[in-house]
């Protein structure tokens, strides 16, 4: 009963914070004195991350080979089934995929917390 609660609570706070956020604020929900942020990993299809295009980067189509940056959805641009969908074509993959990467020029200083889709600020991931 008690795990039931915490994921009916974790959901409706997912929710609450993926509805009120906007383009300028943090991708948060505030919950008694400490923030938390929500962020997915983005995808890319298997056409889109076939061979050696995964090493690219989804923001500008850079090489990053090994030294890419992680790329992340904000809650809003993840919420549902959005954080299925490839990065690159919109297609839906699942729950597989290939993880996507932006390279040091795009993520630069704080720019690598910013979501990949609507470049919203969700803090570190």
Do not use: Q, Y
Request: hydrophobic share 35%; glycine share 12%; with cysteine.
């Amino acid at each position: 009963m008690k795990h039931n609660l915490i994921l009916v609570s974790s959901v409706l706070l997912f929710a609450l914070c993926a509805g009120v956020a906007d383009a300028h604020e943090p991708c948060r929900c505030e919950s008694g004195d400490h923030t938390t942020f929500f962020s997915a990993r983005a995808m890319l299809c298997s056409s889109c991350g076939f061979g050696s295009k995964k090493d690219n980067c989804v923001l500008c189509g850079k090489w990053v080979a090994n030294n890419g940056v992680r790329a992340s959805l904000c809650g809003s641009c993840a919420f549902g089934s959005k954080k299925d969908d490839c990065i690159r074509c919109g297609k839906w993959i699942g729950s597989g995929g290939i993880p996507a990467s932006i390279c040091s020029s795009c993520g630069f200083g704080s720019k690598k917390d910013n979501c990949v889709r609507c470049g919203k600020w969700i803090g570190s991931p």
